[in-house]
């Protein structure tokens, strides 16, 4: 399904990469956005110009496979009850570069850089425009992707599989 008119929601993404089809269609882009956590989209546009380069969320607006990398919603095989993609709060991003799409050890690199680059540089031009507008959770699969969101309260738990990482805030996940 490609998207003819596509409706941008930062200075780097659209409706449609957040939004899964059937709520597009649906609700439309304006209504269906009611459904996104706004802080969401602030740090993704953070990340996406600290890296400079595009980033992809659901690609579907433009041709390409990936439906189900922001909103889930019950009829989506990827859903989750309690996930924060079933609250507007998640997207999981994919960086291409010239030999395909990065894995997801290297986003998380690009990710804490990103993250530290907020924190340690606080004269920073990009610092000032984003503090306050930055992920609580990260998880990295082995897969092509990095899942970040804006959860309402990170937390830590050893025993599951949660890293807590008391310098910059945000709670990691390695899923295999």
Not at 1 to 23: C, G, N, T
Not at 30 to 43: P, S, T
Not at 90 to 119: C, H, M, P, Q, V
Request: aromatic share 14%.
């Amino acid at each position: 399904m490609r998207i003819k008119k596509r409706v941008r929601v930062s200075d780097s993404f659209y409706a449609d990469e957040y939004l899964p089809p059937d709520v597009y269609l649906d609700r439309g882009p304006r209504k269906g956005m009611e459904l996104i956590d706004g802080r969401l989209i602030e740090a993704d546009q953070a990340f996406r110009e600290y890296v400079n380069t595009p980033v992809y969320i659901n690609t579907y607006g433009t041709g390409g496979d990936f439906i189900s990398s922001g909103l889930r919603m019950p009829t989506d095989k990827h859903y989750s009850r309690y996930s924060q993609h079933s609250f507007g709060r998640a997207s999981d991003k994919k960086i291409k570069s010239t030999s395909g799409w990065l894995d997801g050890r290297e986003l998380l690199r690009l990710f804490k850089l990103f993250k530290y680059s907020i924190n340690d540089d606080e004269d920073s031009e990009s610092a000032r425009k984003n503090a306050g507008h930055s992920y609580t959770a990260v998880e990295y699969h082995n897969g092509k992707w990095l899942h970040a969101d804006v959860r309402n309260m990170s937390f830590h738990v050893d025993r599951a599989g949660l890293l807590w990482n008391d310098t910059d805030d945000v709670a990691y996940f390695n899923k295999p």
